[in-house]
């Protein structure tokens, strides 16, 4: 899918009064328990939130004792955000033009689930800005789709992971692949509340890599926590209640094993500014 800012804002516009309700798995609280855990760990400062969203991690920073500020590109997202923090300072932005802020404004930097919906060739802008307004040696907390979780998934983005990664680019190359896999066309999702995943743009990310890519942006990866777990492929988790109360008891615990690199939808990852 092309990548469409216009579109990708309209998108959380129009979701964002929902966008908090709970649908037939609730990954983001599971991602704020895990957020939870990371803030107990750093010292009290001043945390910049980058894309904001409705304001969920904020009020929870917020109340941990942290000087708060965010931003959103989504006029939506930010009126809700607006609702539950009225004392905390939001403003309508993107994260690759930060002028309002100096550099070294903040003490840690968070931006959860943003840098998805950035494509690669634009992605680098953003890094620099973000990189620009947090100290050294401040936190630097985000969130990603994860890419191998794709080879786990056995259905559409299995194919496009090995047409990204292994070199397939034929069309027998192509069909072929296609023949070992039951359901090459699925999932089909047009349901704007379950997934942004083929309505909007996004991209996802490859755990094995991600260091690297911090690395060129001055920030030294620390680790990662991965979450949304799925204890079976999605196609069969999503279908039956009890695989989904199973994935659900999976979550926090394996949140730092190897397995949820290959069996959990998105992670966190954890870095420091150099």
Known sequence: MTYDKVNTIAYYNETAETYDNDGIYPANRFRLELIAEILNKLPKGKIFDAG????LFLKMAHKAGFECMGCD?????LKKAKNILPDILLIQSSIDDLFMFEDKSFDHVFCLG???YIPEEKEGKAYKELRRVIKPGGYFVTAHQNELFDMFSFNKYTLKFFERNF????????TELAKLITNPHKPVNKDNKNSARDIVFTKPENPLLY???????CFEHKEFLYYNFHKLPPLIRNADKRLIEASKS???????RWQGMFMAST????????
Do not use: D, N, R, W
């Not at 904001?52 to 304001?55: A, L, S, Y």
């Not at 590109?73 to 997202?77: C, H, K, Q």
């Not at 260091?211 to 942006?217: F, R, V």
């Not at 999976?250 to 730092?256: D, G, R, S, V, W």
């Open 211 to 217: 260091p690297g890519k911090l690395a060129k942006h």
């Open 267 to 274: 992670f966190v990852s954890v870095a420091v500014a150099i």
């Open 250 to 256: 999976m979550e926090i615990t394996f949140a730092k």
């Open 114 to 116: 943003v840098f998805p």
């Open 73 to 77: 590109f989504s006029e939506g997202m």
């Open 167 to 174: 070199f397939v680019s034929t069309e027998y190359e192509k």
């Open 52 to 55: 904001c969203g409705t304001g």
